[in-house]
Nanobody
Framework: QAHLAESGGGLVQPGGSLRLSCAAS????????FGWFRQAPGKEREGIAC????????DYADSVEGRFTISRDNAKNTVYLQMNNLEPEDTAIYYC????????????????????WGQGTQVTVSS
């Protein structure tokens, strides 16, 4: 019954911005950590940002730190990823996932411990 649904992807020019949303349903999400991952053709899934449910601390991959911001609105059961100064290298399918309490990009760069996953949303950065 647990379900995650991403939205907000699309086509944007280099230097532009997008905000992705991940809506959770079917479970109590407040104590779950949420992560954003992406996968480009021919590459492994890459964790880029996560926010913990235990203490709401955040963690970012080096490739996006300073450009992307993860946040959550527990009242709306929704997690966001604000993406600024987008580059062509950011082109990928973006997925959100959830795991219990705590997350770490460094300790789980591919999100193997995540329990729930969304279907993904395409982000294309091109001029």
């Amino acid at each position: 019954q647990a379900h995650l649904a991403e939205s907000g992807g699309g086509l944007v020019q280099p230097g532009g911005s997008l905000r992705l949303s991940c809506a959770a349903s079917g479970f109590t999400s407040e104590k779950y950590a949420f992560g954003w991952f992406r996968q480009a053709p021919g590459k492994e899934r890459e964790g880029i940002a996560c926010i913990s449910g235990s203490d709401t601390s955040t963690d970012y991959a080096d490739s996006v730190e300073g450009r992307f911001t993860i946040s959550r609105d527990n009242a709306k059961n929704t997690v966001y990823l604000q993406m600024n100064n987008l580059e062509p290298e950011d082109t990928a399918i973006y997925y959100c996932g959830a795991e219990w309490l705590h997350c770490s990009i460094r300790w789980s760069p591919r999100g193997g411990e995540y329990e729930f996953w969304g279907q993904g949303t395409q982000v294309t950065v091109s001029s």
